[in-house]
């Protein structure tokens, strides 16, 4: 077993968990909350494996739907105290399968139910490393403007699962095509963990930081009275108007913007994980009570016990500082996250794709450096293979073995190894080196980066999901 797989103990080691299922999960705050959730996840009979990731919020469980159903895991994070949303489910077998969505749309002229008109679906479903292929009415699910037109059943989406080692999403598309004239088939956009994470944080960093304005708005006025000595007059005895305002100014603080400490320790209860939420809970309401307790005894006593009122201060200064590391913390993760997502976005939407004749044959790549090969550079304009024709097609659709044409300026589509051409790359955006970088035939190229001089003829390697 991997070290970051966590089994079940009522599941065998070699079981076969038949699903595997993403929640989406908020409300975590550390490490200790990741493990809360992984710890409650595993306690459940047929339960194989739970990762949680605190980073993107994601929990991916693997279990035996025979068993435990994800209903069941997605009510037991709720009771827990944690917001959670289920995202998906797939099966869970040997193969790397993949689940895609496209959308069908049908002209005007087609009146009904549009599954009425598509033809071919059982023969999409004989095709070799097509698993299923099932109809989704659910308009969360279409990416369109015009949601009307699903309602009347004139757009709706269909969602095929398959193992890419067998067939490629081109094939797919082109087989339902072909069946289909009279309708418009497309590849839907795939949804985003790291989109869908920046647009989370930067709402969670948004409340974080009007939080931590409104504690400093309660924290500030009370310190620089507590420094000061300001309202030290007397207006009862053992009642100054010191006190009065400290105990305003604190109380808000402490149940205000304190709140989420609470929470914090009401959920670490619920799972027995007192995390850092606890703590800082326990320690700002022993201050907050303390300072209470010392102003009513001078009070009882009439001024013949000191008052303590510095508590009250300590108590709302400890939740402003680690308010302040709370958006620390919170900023960091969003600016990583940005920088995912401004990589993700460098990647390129479209491929020029070779389509080779039947009768060629590739070359063999090197196995050492070409790089300084002269003889190897001269050969690159030479083409051992025949190019049938050329056309744009989306990256979604590339198969592992393609061949794509990358020219000067354009940014390389995927990864893969140079079969043909010569020219210089700019790999600064992903590993840093300023000078641009020799490709040639045996090369191999990084997705993402950009191709300054020259024209390259690329074999496809590796696709991601």
Same mark, same amino acid.
């Given at each position: ?20 299922? !993403? ?14 959730? $992984? ?8 339960? $194989?494996? @739970? ?28 009771? @827990? ?24 749309? @049908? ?32 308009? &969360? ?51 985003? &963990?790291?989109? &869908? ?8 960093? $948004? ?6 304005? !409104? ?196 940014? !390389? ?53």
């Amino acid at each position: 077993l991997t070290p970051d797989k966590k089994l079940n103990n009522d599941c065998e080691v070699g079981s076969l968990a038949d699903n595997r299922t !993403i929640f989406e999960v908020k409300g975590m705050s550390c490490g200790a909350c990741v493990s809360a959730i $992984e710890r409650l996840l595993i306690s459940y009979p047929g339960v $194989e494996q @739970a990762s949680v990731a605190l980073l993107t919020e994601r929990a991916h469980v693997v279990y035996d739907s025979s068993r435990v159903t994800w209903q069941t895991l997605l009510s037991a994070i709720e009771n @827990a105290g944690y917001r959670a949303k289920h995202l998906g489910t797939r099966r869970n077998d040997n193969s790397d399968c993949r689940q895609r969505s496209f959308l069908v749309e @049908a002209s005007k002229s087609i009146t009904g139910d549009i599954r009425a008109s598509f033809n071919g679906l059982n023969t999409l479903l004989a095709t070799a490393g097509v698993l299923e292929a099932k109809w989704v009415d659910s308009e &969360d699910n279409v990416e369109s403007e015009d949601n009307k037109s699903i309602k009347g059943l004139q757009k709706l989406c269909l969602e095929v699962t398959y193992d890419p080692a067998i067939v490629g999403l081109r094939v797919i598309l082109e087989s339902m095509t072909v069946s289909n004239p009279q309708l418009t088939i497309t590849l839907m956009k795939q949804k985003n &963990d790291t989109v &869908d994470t920046f647009s989370n944080q930067k709402v969670a960093l $948004e409340e974080l930081w009007n939080e931590l304005i !409104i504690a400093v708005v309660f924290s500030a006025p009370l310190t620089f009275i507590m420094w000061t000595g300001l309202f030290m007059d007397e207006i009862y005895p053992g009642l100054q108007w010191m006190d009065v305002i400290a105990i305003i100014l604190s109380t808000l603080c402490q149940f205000i913007s304190g709140k989420r400490f609470y929470e914090e320790a009401y959920r670490g209860i619920q799972t027995r994980t007192l995390g850092m939420g606890f703590l800082v809970a326990l320690g700002t309401t022993c201050a907050y009570l303390f300072g209470l307790f010392s102003i009513l005894q001078s009070i009882t006593t009439h001024g013949e016990t000191p008052s303590y009122t510095d508590n009250l201060m300590t108590s709302t200064m400890l939740i402003t500082f680690v308010l302040f590391g709370k958006y620390l913390e919170s900023r960091a993760k969003t600016y990583t996250s940005m920088a995912l997502k401004k990589l993700m976005d460098h990647q390129p939407k479209t491929a020029i794709l070779l389509t080779i004749k039947s009768n060629s044959t590739l070359p063999t790549l090197p196995t050492t450096t070409p790089n300084n090969n002269n003889n190897n550079n001269n050969n690159n304009n030479l083409l051992s293979y025949t190019v049938e024709s050329e056309r744009v097609v989306s990256t979604d659709l590339l198969e592992e073995n393609d061949i794509v044409k990358v020219v000067r300026g354009m940014t !390389i589509p995927v990864d893969g190894e140079v079969i043909h051409g010569h020219g210089e790359v700019n790999e600064a955006l992903i590993t840093g080196e300023a000078m641009p970088v020799t490709k040639s035939s045996g090369d191999d190229v990084i997705g993402g980066t950009q191709l300054l001089e020259g024209t390259l003829h690329i074999k496809v390697r590796t696709i991601p999901e």
